[in-house]
């Protein structure tokens, strides 16, 4: 039970950071890279911590988990949001929106 | 099930290989800092996840306090040039070149 659980987890995990390498490899802009890192990323990360947490097995890893979850989902938007808010306030070229 | 679980395996490494790649390309080659910034932030995250992949893989929990510590300085190096960017308004010359 617990290892088809991990294997779902795992698989889940490797499609989401798959499309985030994929997003930050090929979109044509820093807004569209972003979106694509801060979201794929950050749930691929959570399913892998998801997996760990039923790999372990114990109460600890479970909170443990918990833990490193909470800190990601809050930081990583975060930069996600600095970069975007950077990226308006240079008026960086952006996909489809010739400059004036 | 062992074999379908060293697969799942190979292939979280295989995706974490490539963010890793990608955000080291888009590190040495993006156009503007704010790409090069976004290419730190993508390699700092796929080496936590190749930390939480081998910690899945090994059963041991070893590696937990390096998950949070490079969290937290990934975090923190990218803010830190975000907002280093941010107070020095004046842009290098090489910044928008195609």
Same mark, same amino acid.
């Given at each position: 039970m617990s290892d088809l659980l991990i294997l779902g987890l795992n698989l889940l995990g490797a499609l989401l950071l798959g499309l985030a390498a994929f997003g930050i490899a090929r979109l044509p802009d820093v807004l569209c890279r972003a979106h694509a890192l801060t979201k794929a990323a950050t749930l691929g990360l959570a399913c892998l911590l998801g997996a760990m947490a039923f790999a372990l097995g114990t109460v600890e890893a479970g909170f443990k988990a918990t833990l490193a979850l909470a800190l990601q989902f809050l930081t990583i938007p975060l930069s996600g949001h600095l970069i975007a808010r950077l990226a308006y306030r240079r008026d960086i070229r952006r996909h489809g929106h010739p400059r004036a | 099930m062992d074999t379908l679980l060293n697969l799942s395996h190979m292939l979280v490494g295989a995706a974490l290989a490539a963010l890793f790649a990608a955000g080291t390309w888009r590190l040495l080659r993006g156009p503007s800092p704010l790409d090069r910034i976004l290419g730190f932030d993508a390699a700092a995250l796929a080496l936590v996840g190749y930390m939480t992949s081998e910690s899945i893989r090994? /059963? /041991?929990?070893?590696f937990f306090e390096l998950i949070l510590l490079f969290t937290l300085f990934g975090f923190l190096g990218t803010t830190w040039l975000v907002l280093y960017l941010w107070h020095h308004p004046r842009p290098t010359p090489t910044e928008d070149a195609p």
């Open positions: - | 090994l /059963r /041991r929990s070893d």
